[in-house]
């Protein structure tokens, strides 16, 4: 079956800098939208970013643009990450998603990688 394994949470101090990566396993066809959630203690899940399947069309949260980017590389249908500046209201556990990707068994909708934590200190 096909699975989101995600990479790169840790923990960094305030203004330091983390790249997330997502990657994508099994037979894959396509993918359409891949995107990062977080979501921190007490807080809804937010979506932080989203990049379709062509590379230049980018969404980014208020509270990251300028700070973040996200990329993907549709050869080795991996999405990630860069995060700089990174802020302690960063902190939150990451997780990437796929709106829908085709499989040799056929399509597939809304799948989430497992999550890694991101900590920012002070």
């Known amino acids: 079956q096909v699975q989101l394994v995600e990479s790169g949470g840790g923990l960094v101090q305030a203004g330091g800098s983390l790249r997330l990566t997502c990657a994508a396993s099994?037979?894959?066809?396509?993918?359409?939208?891949m995107g990062w959630f977080r979501q921190a203690p007490g807080k809804q899940r937010e979506l932080v970013a989203t990049?379709?399947?062509?590379?230049?069309?980018?969404t980014y949260a208020d509270s990251v643009r300028d700070r973040f980017t996200i990329d993907r590389d549709n050869g080795r249908k991996t999405v990630y990450l860069q995060m700089n500046s990174l802020k302690p209201e960063d902190t939150a556990v990451y997780y990437c998603?796929?709106?829908?990707?085709?499989?040799?068994?056929?399509?597939?909708?809304?799948?989430w990688g497992q999550g890694t934590q991101v900590t920012v200190s002070p």
């Open positions: 998603y796929v709106d829908r990707l085709t499989t040799n068994r056929g399509p597939q909708y809304g799948l």
């Open positions: 990049v379709t399947a062509n590379p230049s069309d980018t």
């Open positions: 099994g037979s894959i066809f396509t993918i359409g939208v």
